[in-house]
């Protein structure tokens, strides 16, 4: 990783610690009520360190055979999920790092994990299926085969499970056990994101376009023009605001009203490299955005969802993911040479 003292960090984006991790760092996360950072590396390595100092407070190594794929943190915060390819999932205590369950849905790899709202139930995307894990280890139901691999999990309810792949959406009640509602569109979906309130979905998808239902219609939408593949989404708190990546640029389509069809969107533009990760903050119009060249830029959006950048910092290789302390006072940057920074945030006045 690159000496952050010589790329301090900018406005209120402040001076605060960073460590090293053993490989690629994949994905983070805050634990503990925010007292702790974990990082999870490509290699199978997980370090959990100090929020506040940076001090490293246990670490594991090559803990998936041939390597990580997807880490999910539990929203007490008390435990983690972790998979990768060789098919497992194992659930572990924050504090500890204890291991509480191995689980084995199957041979496939498993990319794509994420607990429910309340913490009851773990999807587990492995190929085709999806399985359902009680917070105890065991298995509740499983879907039937999607048509192609699924590419994305996410929870609307704490009883319906919403997946993605080629050519659907679809939602799953959990407690029927049969899919509620089917969303169709003839394209290779890559990235979901819901809209707080469950309404909206939109999918990032292989043809560089952003694809959108509003599920109380069932009508649909497309916005296209982006020169890769906008893979980044993020929705404000509100619902209001989608941040897209796909460029060097952040677009923010503006969901209001009869928006974003026939709206032009806001655009954020400071970084040199395209966006890799976008994260907004737990309150306001506040968005952490990432780039393959190392910067990282925080945004106070305006009503249009144009915005100013409120501070910036630098690591100096691709930001893989960015995580905002529960209480918004800071921002975790991880990157793909397993650098960890941590910035406090303040907002003055």
């Given at each position: 990783?690159?000496?952050?003292?010589?790329?301090a960090?900018?406005?209120?984006?402040?001076?605060?610690?960073?460590?090293?991790?053993?490989?690629?760092?994949?994905?983070c996360?805050?634990?503990?009520?925010?007292?702790?950072?974990?990082?999870?590396?490509?290699?199978?390595g997980?370090?959990?360190?100090?929020?506040?100092?940076?001090?490293?407070?246990?670490?594991?190594?090559?803990?998936?055979?041939?390597?990580?794929?997807?880490?999910a943190?539990?929203?007490?915060?008390?435990?983690?999920?972790?998979?990768?390819?060789?098919?497992?999932?194992?659930?572990?205590?924050?504090?500890?790092?204890?291991?509480?369950?191995?689980?084995?849905?199957?041979?496939?790899?498993?990319?794509?994990?994420?607990?429910?709202?309340?913490?009851?139930?773990?999807?587990?995307?492995?190929?085709?299926?999806?399985?359902?894990?009680?917070?105890?280890?065991?298995?509740?139901?499983?879907?039937?085969?999607?048509?192609?691999?699924?590419?994305?999990?996410?929870?609307?309810?704490p009883?319906?499970?919403?997946?993605?792949?080629?050519?659907?959406?679809?939602?799953?009640?959990?407690?029927?056990?049969?899919?509620g509602?089917?969303?169709?569109?003839?394209?290779?979906?890559?990235?979901?994101?819901?809209?707080?309130?469950?309404?909206?979905?939109?999918?990032?998808?292989?043809?560089?376009?952003?694809?959108?239902?509003?599920?109380?219609?069932?009508?649909?939408?497309?916005?296209?023009?982006?020169?890769?593949?906008?893979?980044?989404?993020?929705?404000?708190?509100?619902g209001?605001?989608?941040?897209?990546g796909?460029?060097?640029?952040?677009?923010?389509?503006?969901?209001?009203?009869?928006?974003?069809?026939?709206?032009?969107?806001?655009?954020?533009?400071?970084?040199?490299?395209?966006?890799?990760?976008?994260?907004?903050?737990?309150?306001?119009?506040?968005?952490?955005?990432?780039?393959?060249?190392g910067?990282?830029?925080?945004?106070?959006?305006?009503?249009?969802?144009?915005?100013?950048?409120?501070?910036?910092?630098?690591?100096?290789e691709?930001?893989?993911?960015?995580?905002?302390?529960?209480?918004?006072?800071?921002?975790?940057?991880?990157?793909?040479?397993g650098?960890?920074?941590?910035?406090?945030?303040?907002?003055?006045?």
């Amino acid at each position: 990783m690159s000496d952050l003292k010589a790329f301090a960090p900018q406005g209120m984006l402040h001076e605060g610690w960073i460590a090293q991790v053993d490989d690629y760092a994949l994905d983070c996360g805050w634990t503990d009520a925010g007292r702790h950072l974990l990082v999870a590396d490509v290699a199978g390595g997980l370090s959990l360190f100090s929020g506040e100092s940076g001090e490293l407070i246990w670490q594991k190594q090559e803990l998936h055979q041939g390597g990580l794929l997807a880490l999910a943190i539990h929203p007490n915060g008390d435990r983690f999920a972790t998979s990768g390819q060789d098919g497992s999932v194992q659930i572990w205590t924050c504090s500890e790092g204890e291991l509480l369950h191995s689980l084995q849905p199957g041979k496939a790899w498993v990319e794509h994990l994420a607990w429910s709202k309340d913490g009851h139930h773990l999807a587990v995307a492995a190929s085709k299926t999806v399985h359902i894990y009680r917070h105890d280890g065991s298995e509740r139901w499983r879907t039937e085969q999607h048509p192609s691999t699924v590419s994305a999990v996410s929870w609307s309810k704490p009883d319906e499970l919403a997946t993605a792949c080629y050519g659907q959406v679809a939602f799953y009640d959990i407690t029927r056990q049969q899919i509620g509602q089917k969303l169709q569109w003839q394209g290779s979906l890559i990235s979901m994101v819901l809209s707080p309130g469950g309404d909206i979905v939109a999918c990032g998808s292989q043809d560089n376009s952003v694809h959108f239902w509003r599920r109380s219609t069932g009508l649909d939408a497309e916005m296209t023009g982006y020169p890769g593949k906008p893979s980044q989404l993020a929705f404000d708190q509100s619902g209001r605001f989608l941040a897209t990546g796909g460029s060097d640029q952040i677009i923010v389509w503006n969901f209001q009203g009869e928006g974003p069809e026939g709206s032009l969107p806001g655009q954020l533009v400071l970084h040199p490299e395209p966006i890799s990760t976008l994260a907004f903050a737990h309150e306001g119009l506040i968005l952490a955005s990432g780039s393959r060249d190392g910067s990282v830029f925080v945004w106070l959006l305006d009503q249009n969802g144009d915005g100013n950048p409120l501070g910036g910092g630098f690591t100096g290789e691709r930001i893989s993911s960015l995580s905002w302390h529960p209480d918004d006072t800071a921002v975790a940057a991880i990157d793909a040479n397993g650098g960890v920074a941590v910035w406090p945030f303040k907002i003055r006045g």
